[in-house]
Structure formats: C-alpha cells, structure tokens
C-alpha cells in the first residue's frame, strides 16, 4: 500500500522557518521523482518544487531563495525547507510521487501570520 505522510506543517510569523517532511512507502521512492505542491483558499494547485531521482530540482519563481527541496533515500522521505516565509506562502503543501504514476499525501497546513 502506498503512503505518502506530510509533517511539519503549523503557524508561524513572516520571515520565520518551517520544514516539511514525506514520509513514504510502499513504492520504490529512490527511482520516482518528489515534489511539493501547494493550494491556498480559491486558488488552484501550483507546484512549489521538485527533484529528480538523480537529485535535480526546480522552483516556482516565488520560492526560490528561500525554499529548499531534498531527499533523504535512506529514509525514504522527502523534505522541504521554507526560510523568510510570506503570508503569502499560506496554503496546504502536499507531497508528491512521480514516474509512470503519480501518488499524493493528504497535505499539511502551513499558516504564515502575525
């Protein structure tokens, strides 16, 4: 059965930090590539950042500097980094699996607020 669980989401105040975990299983994660996607209220699903199987990564413009994306195969969990978060960065971040199909966590909150 695959799994894919999100932590580390929660509230914090503009230029704080927060890092995301997926823990996964069920499936051969060091051959899928991993990304995080985030939806904020009324807003459609855009990708945040991704990484290859080989460890390539790609940002949406709006995180880049600040977001981090990595993976740790030994574990089987992928993580996201997040420095000088924005209100705007305020959406649920979900984890995702792909190569041939493509899996999804049940997303975590994260809330950028004073």
């Known amino acids: 059965q695959v799994q894919l669980v999100e932590s580390g989401g929660g509230l914090v105040q503009p230029g704080g930090s927060l890092r995301l975990s997926c823990a996964t299983s069920?499936?051969?994660?060091?051959?899928?590539?991993m990304a995080w996607y985030r939806q904020a209220p009324g807003k459609q699903r855009e990708l945040v950042a991704s990484?290859?199987?080989?460890?390539?990564?790609n940002y949406a413009d709006s995180v880049k500097g600040r977001f981090t994306i990595s993976r740790d195969v030994s574990k089987n969990t992928a993580y996201l980094q997040m420095n000088s978060l924005k209100p705007e960065d305020t959406a649920i971040y979900y984890c995702?699996?792909?190569?041939?199909?493509?899996?999804w966590g049940q997303g975590t909150q994260v809330t950028v607020s004073s």
């Open positions: 995702n699996a792909r190569r041939i199909q493509a899996y």
């Open positions: 069920g499936f051969t994660f060091n051959i899928y590539a």
């Open positions: 990484i290859t199987s080989f460890g390539s990564t």
